[in-house]
């Protein structure tokens, strides 16, 4: 079963800053693209940041100077460090990506979602 996990999610002060760590795990032949989206309550899942294949990576304007995506891709780990953590911040992170495997009919690159961590800054 292939799957993401997240974690380290929770509640910090204005100006704080917290670690997102996703790890795929299963059967896995190859990761691609892997990314985190948050959604706040009432809100639509919005794009926070994406790291590409290439190591190219893309940010949120909300999340520029302050977030940084980087991969271990020896541990199939994406993170998200997040700086400078603002009130509006406050919402579920989400771990996405596409990743090549055989869970369903054949080999070839599926999207996978994680279950999300709650991220909380208090003001």
């Known amino acids: 079963q292939v799957q993401l996990v997240e974690s380290g999610g929770g509640l910090v002060q204005a100006g704080g800053s917290l670690r997102l760590s996703c790890v795929a795990s299963?059967?896995?032949?190859?990761?691609?693209?892997m990314g985190w989206y948050r959604q706040a309550p009432g809100k639509q899942r919005e794009l926070v940041a994406v790291?590409?294949?290439?190591?190219?990576?893309n940010y949120a304007d909300s999340a520029k100077g302050r977030f940084t995506i980087f991969r271990d891709n020896a541990k199939n780990t994406v993170y998200l460090q997040m700086n400078s953590l603002k009130p509006e911040d406050t919402a579920v992170y989400y771990c996405?990506?596409?990743?090549?495997?055989?869970?369903?009919?054949?080999?070839?690159?599926?999207?996978?979602w994680g279950q999300g961590t709650q991220v909380t800054v208090s003001s």
């Open positions: 996405n990506a596409d990743l090549v495997t055989a869970q369903g009919v054949g080999v070839r690159t599926y999207n996978y």
């Open positions: 299963g059967s896995i032949f190859s990761i691609k693209t």
């Open positions: 790291s590409f294949s290439g190591l190219t990576t």
